[in-house]
C-alpha cells in the first residue's frame, strides 16, 4: 500500500486532486485575464506621440525595444508572442509609425499589421537646378538611392524622356511617399507632372507667340522662374521677354549666363562674364539658350504661354523683390540709376 494513503482515504485523495486541478484552472484563468489586460488597456506613453522608424525585415522583439527606447512601456515578451500570434512580422510595411497617448497594445499592433505608416515627404523647390534636385533626393534617409549611380543621361531614360538634357523637365512640387519607396519612383511622377503642367498649357497658348514648341515654352518658363519670385510679376516678365524675342533684341538676361558659368559662378557676376561667350550668354548669343536654367513651376510655364501684353522691353530688380519695367532705353537708364545706383551715376 502506498504510504500517503494511509493517511488520506482513497475519497479525500480525489478531492485533493481535484481542488489542486481546480487551482491550476483558477490560475490559468487569472493569468490569462491579466495578460489580457496588459493586452487591452491603454499603453503609458511618455509624451503625447511617438514615432518609431521600423526597417524592413525588423522582428517583433526589435519593434518592441524600439518602442520601449522611445518612451512606451509596452511588455517586450508580451509584445512578441502576440505579434506572432496575429501575424504581423509575416506582413510588416517599413516606414515610420506613430503611436498616441490612448492607443492598446492591440491598436500598436493592428497599425502594423495594416501598415499604417506615416508618409514621408519631399519639397522641391521652384527654381532649384536638376542638380539641386538630385542632391535633395541623395539625402533623404528615408528614400531608395535606386538613381545614386546613374547618370543624368540614364536617369531620362529611366523615366521615359527622349530628350538629352534633364533641366526644366521635373515639376517642382511636394511629393508624398512611403518609407523605402525608389527615388526613381519620385523622378518619375515628377517628370509625368512636368510634362503634363507643360501640354495643358501649350494647348492653351496666347496666339502669335515667337515659340516653336513646347520645350522653348520651357526655356522661356525657366528663364522667368530665375528673373522673379513675385508670381504676379511673371506675365509682365513673360511679356518684356516676348516683345524682346519679337524684335529680334538680345534676351540679356543675368540668370542664362550664371547658368552658364556652372560651377565658375562665385555669387558675383562680373562685366568679364557677360562678355564671356558660351551658348547660355544671352548678351552674346541671339533668342533663347539652347535648354531650361531651373525647373519652372506652373506660375512661370503659364506666364510664359500666356504672357501679358505690354510695350516694356526692360526691367530692372527696385531691391524690394520687385521690378521696375520700362519701355525705352532712356527710361530703363533712368531706372537703373535710381534703384541700382543709389541715385548716382
Not at 481542488?19 to 496588459?38: N, P, Q, S, T
Not at 512636368?194 to 494647348?203: C, N, T
Not at 562685366?271 to 550668354?281: F, G, Q, S, V
Request: hydrophobic share 40%.
Amino acid at each position: 500500500m502506498n504510504p500517503a494513503s494511509r493517511h488520506f482515504p482513497v475519497r479525500l485523495q480525489g478531492r485533493i486532486l481535484l481542488a489542486f486541478v481546480a487551482l491550476i484552472l483558477l490560475a490559468g484563468v487569472a493569468g490569462a485575464a491579466a495578460i489580457w489586460h496588459l493586452y487591452q488597456r491603454p499603453l503609458p506613453v511618455r509624451d503625447e506621440r511617438v514615432e518609431i522608424l521600423v526597417p524592413a525585415g525588423a522582428s517583433a522583439r526589435a519593434i518592441a525595444q524600439s518602442l520601449r527606447e522611445h518612451g512606451v512601456d509596452v511588455n517586450v515578451e508580451l509584445f512578441v508572442a502576440a505579434a506572432r500570434w496575429t501575424d504581423v512580422t509575416q506582413r510588416l510595411r517599413a516606414g515610420r509609425y506613430e503611436v498616441t497617448r490612448g492607443m492598446r497594445l492591440a491598436d500598436v499592433l493592428e497599425r502594423l499589421r495594416r501598415g499604417e505608416t506615416l508618409k514621408e515627404r519631399l519639397t522641391i523647390v521652384e527654381g532649384w537646378t536638376f542638380r539641386a534636385m538630385r542632391s535633395a533626393l541623395a539625402q533623404h534617409a528615408l528614400l531608395k538611392r535606386d538613381t545614386e549611380k546613374m547618370s543624368d543621361a540614364q536617369v531620362l531614360v529611366a523615366v521615359g524622356s527622349a530628350e538629352t538634357h534633364p533641366e526644366g523637365l521635373f515639376a517642382p512640387d511636394t511629393y508624398v511617399f512611403d518609407a523605402g519607396s525608389s527615388d526613381l519612383d519620385i523622378l518619375r511622377r515628377a517628370y509625368r507632372a512636368q510634362q503634363d503642367r507643360l501640354s495643358g498649357a501649350w494647348e492653351e497658348r496666347a496666339d502669335d507667340l515667337p515659340l516653336k514648341s513646347p520645350y522653348e515654352a520651357l526655356i522661356l518658363a525657366s528663364i522667368i522662374e530665375k528673373e522673379t519670385g513675385q508670381v504676379e510679376e511673371r506675365p509682365r516678365i513673360a511679356g518684356v521677354f516676348i516683345n524682346r524675342l519679337r524684335t529680334g533684341m538680345l534676351l540679356q538676361t543675368d540668370p542664362t549666363v550664371i547658368y552658364g558659368l556652372g560651377e565658375r559662378f562665385d555669387g558675383n557676376l562680373r562685366k568679364r562674364d557677360l562678355a564671356a561667350d558660351t551658348p547660355y550668354n544671352t548678351y552674346t548669343r541671339a533668342g533663347l539658350p539652347p535648354t531650361p536654367i531651373a525647373l519652372p513651376g506652373r506660375a512661370s510655364i503659364e506666364a510664359a504661354l500666356q504672357p501679358e501684353q505690354t510695350r516694356a522691353l526692360y526691367f530692372v530688380a527696385r531691391g524690394d523683390g520687385t521690378s521696375q519695367f520700362s519701355d525705352s532705353l532712356a527710361e530703363h537708364n533712368r531706372a537703373v540709376v535710381k534703384y541700382q545706383l543709389g541715385g548716382k551715376r
